[in-house]
């Protein structure tokens, strides 16, 4: 089984000391692409892409939007630039299959890689991008602490398909490592791999169905809450969490009332992105942690297995650490005590998930009750070493995880 950087202690030990409140006094850091957002959003990308010295741009998409892709190919040739469109992304990325879209890279030795999809088109845009410009690079053991030496001879700009995974805004690349049984889902993390543009065009998300929407604004909504609520956040990543946060309240609701308002579709998108930003700079914690092996366990959607998980979330952390007062606060949330602070704050969650009609247990992801408990062994010890742990403020043990994993999938949330 290959070992990824975070299975091993020390690394764990450094990521988890870099990421103490303590330690960003001493050395931070904020990396964000260049954004281009609204309906001109993609002429605007394309325009500018001459005074970067931009000529040749490959463009990575699926079939199921490749039509958005040409569209993006088109623009880009009004400005001058050649293109290629790759059109065969697998979901997930799996870890066989990305060699061979490097090597396609550079057979047409483009200088700009555009992704135009929703996280796994985007995902395989950037681990192809570093095997593109570094062919050398095992991805399974990529150190966070050393340069890639990426850039030299193309950037990157996602044009995100989805509005929730907020990946066009972070340095992860999500792939799924088909080597072991059960697959398991491991980011590629390094600061070389923030792209280096973000466009946001609403007309690339509007014709997202209802499941989508809700899952892809869940998976957002995650990010932004645990991300504010994990021991390495930041002044920055605080303030854009807690505005993702407000705009997903009230604008994921709309999106699914009125899913062809252009408007509303982008608040959704910038909310999104904002969260991917703050999450990728300020750490993703225990949400991801159970999401990720609900994922790879029980083949659930990513952004469903987030959102199921965020009340439970909010009280196991509070089990250990008072942050929810201040992000309660944030929110408008009120309460005499501490105690009623929290239940305040988790109802509100629990009211806007039944608003909205989105799953609160596991049991109603559709898991059946004897998957959940043959795996429950396996999911808990996951979890556990899942590689998000040194960010959350609750550190926990294999039993720790197997109660809150029963919780989560009975509903118990015993305020
Ligand atoms: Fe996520």
Redesign the pocket.
């Known amino acids: 089984m290959a070992e990824w950087p975070m299975d091993k202690p020390e690394i764990r030990t450094v990521v988890t000391t870099l990421s103490a409140p303590e330690s960003k006094i001493l050395l931070n850091s904020f990396i964000m692409p260049k954004v281009f957002y609204g309906l001109a959003g993609l002429q605007m990308f394309s325009g500018s892409m001459p005074q970067f010295g931009r000529k040749r741009a490959f463009i990575i998409t699926d079939k199921g939007v490749k039509d958005l892709a040409i569209t993006t190919q088109k623009m880009l040739k009004v400005f001058g630039l050649e293109t290629k469109i790759y059109d065969n992304v697998e979901p997930e990325v799996p870890l066989g299959s990305i060699k061979p879209v490097a090597e396609k890279m550079e057979e047409f030795q483009p200088d700009l890689i555009v992704a135009v999809g929703g996280g796994s088109v985007i995902d395989m845009a950037k681990a192809s991008w570093i095997l593109y410009e570094e062919p050398k690079t095992d991805l399974t053991n990529v150190d966070a602490m050393r340069p890639l030496g990426l850039r030299k001879k193309a950037l990157i700009a996602c044009i995100p398909t989805t509005a929730?995974?907020?990946s066009e805004a972070t340095n992860v690349a999500v792939i799924t490592d088909d080597s072991v049984e059960p697959h398991r889902k491991e980011g590629v993390v390094h600061p070389e791999l923030y792209p280096d543009f973000a466009v946001l065009d609403p007309k690339f998300v509007v014709r997202m169905p209802q499941k989508l929407t809700l899952g892809t604004g869940l998976?957002a909504l995650?990010?932004a809450v645990d991300c504010y609520l994990c021991r390495s956040s930041n002044e920055i990543s605080d303030a854009l969490a807690v505005r993702a946060t407000k705009m997903i309240f009230n604008y994921l609701p709309l999106a699914l009332r009125y899913p062809e308002n252009l408007q509303i579709r982008l608040k959704t998108q910038i909310a999104a992105m904002i969260a991917g930003a703050a999450f990728s700079n300020g750490g993703?914690g225990t949400t991801?942690a159970v999401?990720h092996n609900i994922g790879a366990l029980f083949k659930v959607h990513?952004?469903m297995a987030?959102g199921v998980t965020i009340p439970y979330i909010i009280k196991f952390y509070a089990e250990v650490d008072d942050k929810y007062i201040y992000f309660a606060k944030e929110l408008g949330i009120d309460g005499q005590e501490p105690d009623e602070i929290l239940k305040n704050l988790v109802n509100f969650f629990v009211e806007f998930y039944r608003k909205i009609g989105a799953p609160l247990t596991m049991k109603e992801l559709g898991i059946s009750e004897q998957e959940f408990k043959d795996k429950l062994d396996i999911f808990a010890k996951y979890v556990v070493m899942d590689p998000t742990g040194p960010f959350a403020p609750r550190q926990f043990t294999v039993d720790e995880a197997k109660e809150l994993l029963v919780d989560i999938y009975y509903g118990r949330l015993k305020l």
Do not use: K, L, P, Q
Request: aromatic share 0%; net charge negative; glycine share 24%.
């Open positions: 929730g995974t907020g998976d995650s990010h993703i991801h999401a990513h952004g987030c």
